[in-house]
């Protein structure tokens, strides 16, 4: 649809690239481009269907002017520095070629974490480079240097610069003046000639391997190893450069190894199966050994409470902590954050269960302070979910309001259970109680499926 509209509107460079790898790039060249059709995503937005929860989330991201600004700064980051770094690397003979423009990008931070309005003026901190080869998107950089700075943009391009002149002078140390690479740069480019300057060939095999995986899933690892070589190392289209002779003769020698090849390749096969038989084992075994700890850990947990007793309010916890030793006062309240974890689950931080800190217990004064926050925080001690109900993440639909969604959870809520009811149209979630809901399915106002 998108490029439907964008056709209709005469819109050009309206592509957002998918790179897949690990190209330092990616993050910079889909925001500059963000950035660049920002308005036309919400005219394209406005005229399709806004109800659609991807499409409201989105516009409101655009219209948002903190992502506008931090588009704008990633966008000038993909003109001015990583762009040109990346095409610095695809064209030089070696990557020893580069050193001469790390000082400048160095010294262009270096003035940006001081004058951040510098950052914006569009005036490269590679020069050279953009005589031989400028970029291609001038009118993406023309639209990102005719949006003022602002206040907020300065700050961002400050804590960008400072951090970007830490990156970079650590990364460029050994290629600089008094670094291990400076010093015979002949001898250590003659050794390392074969060298690329880019990893996009190794994420190139790599996405063919990943490609085989999901169009032939059944293609065994030999074949689909053997079809990447031949692709990406040309090996046909050098094979028929040869003369005729050759071409047989090398032919037949592949046929005569088949059967070895295949036998060996079954071998190969069996092993990983076994392996493959090995680790599973293992890691059902790990995994119920843990179910079974948890499982005593949780019984124990639950003893506890049934001789202490549940506590829920700030009375309660003074009353259970009036008779007993500052020991067992202790163990008591460690009983109580442990139940509601462990147990109930109870939703909080992580930090908001534990006893000790930096290696020491804590004291009992703190461990009464955390338990009141959870009591007051949250009251999901008097909601228990019901994990396993049968009606959980059942689809429903409701055939007064012709609404469809799903059951959430089920929750016992002061002793009562409450239905929650989520549903497709991005409305908010409804809580039934479950009586008038089985009522409902059983009138077949509710169907589930």
Known sequence: ??????????????????????????????????????????????????????????????????????????????????????????????????????????????????????????????????????????????????????????????????????????????????????????????????????????????????????????????????????????????????????????????????????????SRQIDIKTVILRLMRDKNLQAAKKQAKDEQDRCKYTKDILSLGFWQTSREIQKGLSNLSEKEKYSALASQLKFRKFVIKQAAPSSSFTVSADQKALSVAELVVKLESLISGHQYSKQLLLMDHEYIGKKFIDSATKKKGFIADIRLISGKKAVTLQYDDGSNPRQVEFSSFQSSVAAGKITLN
């Open 1 to 266: 649809m998108w490029t439907a509209w964008c056709e209709k509107h005469h819109v050009n460079r309206f592509t957002f690239p998918s790179f897949v790898g690990n190209r330092f790039n990616i993050l910079f060249v889909i925001a500059s481009r963000v950035f660049f059709h920002r308005h036309h995503l919400l005219e394209f937005i406005k005229e399709c269907d806004c109800s659609k929860t991807d499409l409201r989330a989105t516009r409101d991201l655009l219209e948002n002017d903190i992502i506008v600004e931090h588009l704008h700064v990633l966008g000038l980051l993909d003109q001015l520095v990583t762009g040109p770094l990346w095409r610095i690397a695809q064209c030089c003979d070696h990557v020893l070629d580069t050193c001469q423009y790390a000082l400048q990008l160095k010294k262009w931070f270096e003035d940006c974490s001081v004058f951040p309005v510098s950052f914006f003026d569009g005036s490269s901190p590679t020069p050279s480079l953009q005589v031989n080869s400028p970029t291609s998107s001038a009118l993406l950089l023309q639209a990102l240097l005719n949006r003022d700075p602002t206040d907020m943009s300065s700050e961002v391009v400050l804590l960008v610069s400072a951090n970007s002149l830490e990156y970079f002078s650590r990364a460029f140390a050994p290629f600089l003046t008094g670094g291990k690479y400076c010093d015979d740069t002949d001898e250590i480019k003659r050794t390392t000639g074969y060298a690329p300057a880019t990893n996009r060939d190794i994420e190139s095999v790599f996405g063919l391997m990943s490609h085989f995986f999901d169009s032939k899933p059944n293609m065994r690892i030999d074949v689909r190893v053997a079809l990447t070589l031949l692709k990406k190392n040309h090996t046909l289209q050098w094979l028929q450069q040869l003369p005729i002779l050759d071409q047989e003769q090398i032919l037949n020698e592949s046929r005569s190894a088949l059967p070895q090849l295949r036998e060996a390749a079954n």
